[in-house]
């Protein structure tokens, strides 16, 4: 038990050290003078659309994740997966301790519905596996009409076929209940991602640019995936960092490229901060009052316990 704490506070610290290490260098490298000018001059009305945009591809991902949890047999409403999915992106961004939102979740569906805690985490992990495939995808498209990084596009269109097949009958062999979703599932999950990527090109229009989408786009794309990186507030700093050195790389604007992951990230937590409501009002999941972290924290000890006996 005290090995477990121990390293969990050693995550935490490695988080908090990435974090920090990552903010560091970006802040060399951007001139905050000019972000000022850009955040005063920017169009608040596009931003209110990425908002609108980003806000609608949560939405998505709620049904997505329901869609799973459906799969195994939890049956949920909408509008109360919505609540739970609204509560674990708070938690995502602001939960101490190493199990973030989708292990409180876990926790908090395990109790109130006496389901295994093994088929919610599967049900989770492959709702973040159609998250990533979608991004890839999307990603591969993006390459596609990049000529410059002189990567042929057969190689490319057959990286995503191959990659998608491999996937899916990887679910068919061994996770047969997901396999039976798989094209409503990731549908939606390719619907999640372009509303994101719509969100990133509302950001840009309120920033006043007017030049080429593309690269953006994509550092946008692969500032994304780096974020799964174990960091504290959602990827906060490593989103930044890959958006500067990939400016560099395409040789487009710095700061511009930063901007739009700031505001993508402000987005991300004004929307994620709507999970409050559910702290004071526990009544709207159904319970008296919201579990710890340190209660969650110590089940999850006794299930590592059990499993080791």
Not at 185 to 200: D, Y
Request: a positive charge; one cysteine or more; charged letters at 15%.
């Amino acid at each position: 038990m005290r090995n477990k704490r121990l390293t969990t506070i050693g995550k935490n610290i490695l988080k908090s050290i990435i974090t920090l290490v990552a903010l560091y260098w970006v802040s060399r490298k951007i001139d905050f003078t000019e972000l000022k000018t850009a955040l005063v001059d920017c169009n608040w009305f596009f931003l209110f659309l990425g908002l609108c945009s980003y806000v609608v591809s949560q939405l998505v991902a709620s049904s997505r994740l329901n869609s799973f949890f459906k799969a195994i047999h939890l049956d949920l409403s909408e509008r109360y997966n919505l609540r739970l999915y609204q509560l674990g992106l708070l938690y995502n961004y602001f939960l101490p301790g190493g199990i973030g939102g989708d292990g409180y979740k876990i926790y908090f569906l395990k109790k109130k519905h006496q389901i295994s805690g093994r088929k919610i985490l599967s049900a989770v992990f492959f709702d973040r596996l159609s998250g990533l495939w979608a991004l890839a995808l999307i990603t591969c498209a993006l390459v596609v009409f990049m000529p410059r990084l002189a990567i042929p596009n057969a190689i490319t269109i057959a990286a995503a076929i191959i990659g998608t097949v491999s996937y899916y009958f990887f679910l068919r062999i061994l996770f047969k209940q997901f396999a039976r979703i798989f094209v409503r599932t990731h549908i939606k999950a390719l619907a999640v991602q372009g509303f994101q990527v719509l969100a990133a090109i509302l950001i840009l229009y309120s920033l006043n640019f007017d030049g080429k989408f593309s690269p953006y786009l994509l550092i946008f794309l692969l500032s994304a995936i780096v974020a799964i990186v174990p960091s504290i507030g959602g990827g906060v700093g490593l989103r930044e960092l890959v958006m500067v050195y990939g400016a560099t790389y395409f040789q487009i604007d710095e700061h511009t490229a930063v901007l739009l992951s700031l505001f993508f990230n402000l987005i991300s937590v004004i929307v994620a901060s709507s999970g409050i409501y559910y702290i004071f009002r526990p009544q709207r999941l159904g319970a008296d009052h919201l579990p710890t972290v340190a209660e969650v924290e110590e089940e999850i000890d006794k299930d590592a316990l059990k499993e080791e006996e």
